[in-house]
Every structure is written in C-alpha cells, then in structure tokens.
C-alpha cells in the first residue's frame, strides 16, 4: 500500500518498485486491516469512567459499595465521588441497591454511580438531600424515583429522574473535558479504534473538538451527534456541518431519546414487561418535542440518530422519521435508530421501505441474553438483536460497542456478531444463532457500513484509493481463525492517516 498525504495512493502486491524513493515500512507477515469505526460510544463518558471508580466487577451491592467507600477515602480531595458500571442483573437477590448500603461506607460527601447502561443512577442520601429529593418530590415525566414500601426514596433513580442530581453536579470544564478525550483516544487507539461516533456530543465537547481539529491536535476520529437537550441546539444548527479538513472531527448529526434501557425497564415497551406487569417502560422525550427536534435537524441538513429500545420506542421513532419525510422531507439524511434493540415483527420492514439505518451493537445481545427473556419473553425476542433478518432485507446495519456500556474492544463486538456468544463461548452454537453475521459482514458493520452511516463512506472504512490511510496491524487473520478465537485478537500496530499512533509493547 503506497500513501501520500496521509491517503491511500495505490494498493497491490507489486507496487513497491512503482516508488523508488519511498520509505518502506514492513509488516512482517502480520495481518493488516482498516481502521475500525465504532458507530456508537460515549467519549467523554469513557474518558470520566477510565479516570473514576468502576464497579462493574462487583458481585453484589454490598461490594460495589465497600470499593466505592474505598476509593473515597484515597480521594479526599474529591467533592462529588463518582463512578459506574453497576448492574443489579447479574447480583445474587437481582435487586436496586440502596442509598443506606452507600451510607454505610461514606456519608459526608455525596455519592453517584450511574447503572452500567446510563439509564439509571445509584445515590447516597447526602446526592439526594443536594438535589432536593424527598418522599414528596414527584417522578418527572419520562423518569421514577423508586421509593420503598414507606413511600421513601431508595436512592435509585431512572432515565429523566437522573436529571434531578446530575443538574447540581457542577459541569465538567474544558480541561476536564481535555482530559477526558485524552484518555479515551489513548484507549480506543490501542484497542484499533481510528473513528468513533460520539452517541450526544454537548456544546462545550462540540466547541473543543473543533479547535482541536482545526489545529491538527484532534487524537482520534470523531463524528460528533449533538445532544439535542443542550440549549444552544438551534444555534449548533444553524451554523451548520462542521468539518475539518483532515476530517478529524465532523458533526452533521443530532442524538435524540425516545426510551430508555431494558435493563432498567426503561425501555419502552408496546406489551408490560413479563417480568413487572403493568409497567411498559418510560419516553423520555415528548411527541410535540420529537416533532419539532426532527423539523429543526432536517432544516438544517442534519441527520437524526434516534435512541430506541424497546418495541414501542422503536415504532415511535419509525412513525416520526415516515412523519418528516411527509412533512419536511430528508431522506437522504440517512436517519438513523441507534439499537433498533426490540422490534415488533411488522416494524422490521419498515427500516428498509424507509431508508433507515438500524444502528447496533452486537455485544448488547451477548450481555442482555441473561435477562432478555425474563424481562419480554419468548414470543418479543424474535424481533430482538435481529441483525440477520436486517441484513437479509438490504438494510445497511452500522455497529459499535456503545461503551462504556459495554467494553470498547471491537473484537469483543465481532466475535459476538458471529458466534453470538460471549467469551466463555457460551452458550453452545449461540444465542438466538440464527440471527448471527458472518465475519464478512461483521467487518463491513464496523468499517465501511459504519463511514455510511456517518456520510463518510467517500473517505473513510476501506483502503482504496483517496481514502484515508486509517488501518491496523493485528496478530491473527480474522478472516481464517476459528470463530470462537476472534476475541483474543490484539492489536499491534494502529495508524491515523499514514501515521504510526499506537504500537503494542513488545
């Protein structure tokens, strides 16, 4: 592969004596690819997370407690103590943890851990005394506070009700936010990560990726989908698409909320939830709100990348995408639903007749398949994680890892993809299997069909001619290996545009 400029030039086996003069790098032998795109993750949420307490390894809330009390005591210097990754799913008794077991390890300075999806957050009673949370406060509409048999709050408050402590945090400043990106590009370009879409960029994050970019200083890149709750959303828009000319950072796009997570039983849901009768989940956003978000975008040329979970919430956001393209036009935005997670049957088709792109992340099917069924059923989950039947309509399926959710490594994404099945290569042949990908089109999902999905697909996600020269260097041929292997895949050698940007310790 000869490059210039930063762009591929010209591909083949024999191009070597095309240039003379050229600086000739070997690869050994070593199997190269193109960098990989993750078309949904949270940066800054990544950046925090790498640099607070992580709880995800916790058995129970007993023990995600006792750390979190640990890692408060060698941070004096910290107002606020927070962190994530909890999940009561995979604890003994499946239960909310409480605000009285934070209270047991630390009591003086507020306390907040937001659920391993971000859809529900963990507090000790000094965070709910700061945000004003008594028995009489009221759940906001498209959020619960979840109270006990007493009428109390228990500490753990869902989707919009989050809100109520996140808005006397005080806001994360530029070098904050600096930091942040430092540390998850570090991270993503060791894990092969060239371009990630960033699932509600704010205003502060939008205006410091563009500086970056513009002075060359952007680590990685970034396609930026802004947040369509930050007040200065209509001004975003009307100053219209950013990009540089490096392409390090570009937005084009906002990120709207229609539910929340099914972990949670935020998810909303056309049928209760097996498992919580009478209760179908939560919208978090307004249908009068929708409407209007989907004007504003498609006026100003912007794609629309709609979170969607549940059934309902997936019906919703296909009635509102069909509603603007009868309204206000823009199907050529190439709109997206980011999860497309649990479809109603009838609803598949409509993703194609519409032009929409069903945005996925394979590892979400591997992490939910101990609780899917108890949460909707049998008879729900044949329109659940549904990559095959997408595919197979000619819908253009874009995945990514939606980390910190789940972990970033890309290889944990594809394994699932086309084993459907996690680590421990569990369950035997796969979880609901014939539904998997093959690698092919595993690889397509997290390169070329991910650049689709972000207009890209002119610049980025191959190694042909004009494109960017965004690739890695890994230790196995995916491509050959048994199936089961493809997590154990490390990645070398990462390169950004022709250049070296992470080279594994030897």
Sequence with gaps: MAIVAGKVLETGTSIGANYPEANIIDGQGKTLI????????????????????????????????????????????LNW???????????????????????????????????????????????????????????PAGGEILKDADGEPTGVLIDNAMNLVSTVIPAPDQSEIAAA?????????????????????????????RQLADSGEMPVRVYGMISSTEPSLEQILAAGHSEDEHQLYSARSIKIYTDGALGSRGAAMLEPYSDRPGHSGLLLTSAAQLRKLFKLATEADFQVAIHAIGDKGNRIALDE???????????????????????????????????????MQPTHATSDMNMAENRIGRERLKGAYAWRTFLDQGSIVVSGSDYPVELANPFDGIHAAVTRQNKANQPQGGWLPEEAMTIEEAMRSFSIDAAWGAHQEGSLGGLTQGKW????????????????????????????????VYAKDP
Excluded: C
């Design 81 to 139: 103590i927070r962190g994530r990754g909890w999940n009561q799913v995979l604890w003994p008794d499946k239960q909310f943890p409480t605000a009285a077991q934070l209270d047991s390890e630390i009591s003086d300075r507020p306390v907040w851990l937001e659920r391993i999806d971000g859809h529900a957050g963990w507090g000790n009673s000094k965070a709910l005394e700061l945000a004003g949370i008594t028995r009489e406060t009221i759940s």
């Design 469 to 500: 020269a965004d690739f890695i260097i890994i230790d196995q041929d995916i491509y050959q290996i048994p199936a089961e292997d493809i997590w154990k895949t490390q990645v070398l050698e990462t390169w950004l545009a022709g250049e070296l």
């Design 34 to 77: 193109p960098g990989i795109i993750d078309a949904h993750g949270h940066v800054s949420s990544l950046g925090y997370t790498l640099q607070r307490i992580d709880v995800r390894q916790a058995d129970s809330a007993a023990e995600a407690a006792a750390a979190v009390g640990g890692y408060a005591a060698s941070n004096q210097y």
């Design 181 to 209: 990106l430092d540390a998850v590009s570090s991270h993503l370009l060791s894990l092969g990560i060239t371009s990630t879409h960033d699932a509600g960029t704010t205003a502060a994050e939008h205006q410091l990726y």
């Design 321 to 359: 995408i069909e509603h603007a393209y009868a309204t206000v036009g823009g199907r050529h935005l190439r709109h997206r639903i980011e999860h497309s997670q649990v479809v109603a049957i009838d609803d598949i088709p409509r993703f194609k007749s519409l032009d929409v792109i069903p945005s």
